[in-house]
């Protein structure tokens, strides 16, 4: 057995498959990361089912029911909603962020203030091929759209011109949202303009975001969390953000979006058209630990490539058990990564996981090498490893580019450094074997 692992192509060889034998061990690492994940999403909806849910404000939304008479006066030829938008719709709120635990993961709950106002005018009849005669004015009714109800945690109540009108819940027609708010209001046969406000306080989690069902749609908010993230189909035409949290401006034309002013029964759809702020917690450490176990094979090949050119340079025989347990050392480092970062940050978790690792490996390859000078080159090299991965993670935009230009670097050296060896007349055949 001996004299077979003492031929250089056998070592090859076994060291190859060996690698390719840790792929098992990284794979399932990394399935334990996606577990953990999960563990946490479930965990944020838990804590979102007693809270509120992330919230998506649509409206106040006119609807107008019709019936269009047959031509001989006979019965009813076509019926059904009217559906009108504000031709100015004003939103400016405050966010109220708050942290809650659910076991060790964290997730972001909010409460709000928003202030709602706005116009409906310019209603065209022409556009929906409908006549005055058509509408049903006193069924006339609007709806305003809420992800969650539970989040509400106050009575609305809408000023239509010097009108107040209490909202109900439930809405009365899908044809524009599935759930939310609806309020009764009997129209003239006037159609002026009708100026609506309204006040509403709102519960949420994670997110914030709202439907530009405006002609215009202007929104301005503020809040003390200090790492937005702005989301959805708009981004701000301003923003500012500090320690002392951000404040954002939106002007939204409905040239922007993709469904007009009006129109009659489930003829568009308003969706996909939000935008809003999501309240970020910063570093997703499942999401950077999976990005750091991307890498497992690659730190196992090159420091098993390390240990290879010891053995070539030095006379020195290695044990392929030996390797194993220096590979097996090596997957360790991801999954004390993963312990580490759900208890404390993410980047001293990195250096944790990363000196315990390269102590561990030092310190058994002190009895392969016999040499604390050789010892201390393994060290270095495992160091430089680690650093280059940790900072391939940290720039998201140009992981490609430097994880190329390093590994390329990494295969010019290993050919700098093997460019004098003779394949052909390496024999490790009275090479000592490692203790």
Not at 93 to 103: A, D, M, Q, S
Not at 151 to 170: A, L, R
Not at 339 to 358: C, P, V
Request: net charge neutral.
């Amino acid at each position: 057995m001996k004299a077979a692992f003492e031929n250089i192509f056998v070592k090859i060889s076994f060291i190859i498959i060996l690698i390719l034998i840790l792929i098992v061990p990284t794979f399932m690492v990394e399935q334990i990361i996606r577990e953990r994940n999960q563990r946490q999403q479930e965990s944020i909806q838990e804590v979102s089912d007693k809270h509120a849910r992330a919230q998506q404000i649509s409206g106040p939304i006119l609807t107008i029911p019709f019936a269009i008479q047959r031509e001989d006066g006979k019965g009813i030829r076509e019926k059904g909603l009217f559906h009108v938008l504000p031709e100015k719709l004003n939103i400016s709120g405050e966010i109220n962020p708050e942290k809650r635990k659910r076991g060790m993961y964290e997730t972001v709950v909010y409460g709000s203030s928003i202030h709602i106002d706005g116009t409906f005018d310019n209603i065209d009849l022409d556009a929906a091929n409908l006549k005055k005669e058509d509408l049903l004015l006193s069924k006339a009714y609007l709806t305003l759209g809420l992800s969650d109800l539970k989040g509400v945690t106050e009575q609305v109540s809408i000023k239509m011109n010097d009108q107040y009108i209490m909202f109900q819940p439930g809405v009365l027609s899908s044809n524009v949202v599935r759930s939310g708010l609806h309020a009764y209001y009997k129209l003239d046969s006037s159609l002026i303009k009708q100026d609506f406000s309204f006040d509403l306080k709102l519960n949420g989690t994670e997110y914030l975001r709202f439907t530009p069902i405006g002609k215009e749609t202007k929104v301005e908010l503020a809040s003390s969390w200090s790492d937005p993230s702005f989301s959805g189909n708009f981004l701000p035409i301003t923003r500012k953000i500090s320690k002392n949290g951000f404040t954002a401006k939106w002007n939204v034309l409905n040239m922007n979006r993709n469904f007009p002013q009006s129109w009659k029964g489930s003829a568009h759809s308003i969706g996909h058209s939000e935008f809003g702020v999501d309240l970020d917690l910063g570093v997703d450490v499942y999401q950077k630990s999976m990005r750091v176990a991307k890498y497992a094979i690659l730190f196992v090949a090159l420091t098993f490539l390390v240990f290879f050119f010891v053995e070539i340079k030095n006379r020195i025989l290695i044990h392929p058990i030996q390797y194993t347990l220096v590979g097996l050392s090596l997957v360790m480092f991801y999954v004390l990564v993963l312990a580490f970062s759900e208890q404390i940050a993410f980047g001293w978790a990195y250096l944790l996981a990363a000196s315990m690792t390269i102590s561990l490996v030092c310190l058994y390859a002190k009895t392969l090498l016999r040499s604390w000078a050789l010892v201390g080159v393994l060290g270095s090299i495992l160091m430089i490893l680690y650093i280059f991965i940790f900072v391939i993670i940290q720039l998201q935009d140009y992981a490609m580019l430097f994880g190329s230009l390093g590994i390329f670097l990494i295969l010019a050296i290993t050919m700098y450094f093997s460019r004098k060896i003779d394949w052909f007349q390496v024999d490790q055949k009275e090479l000592p074997a490692g203790e």
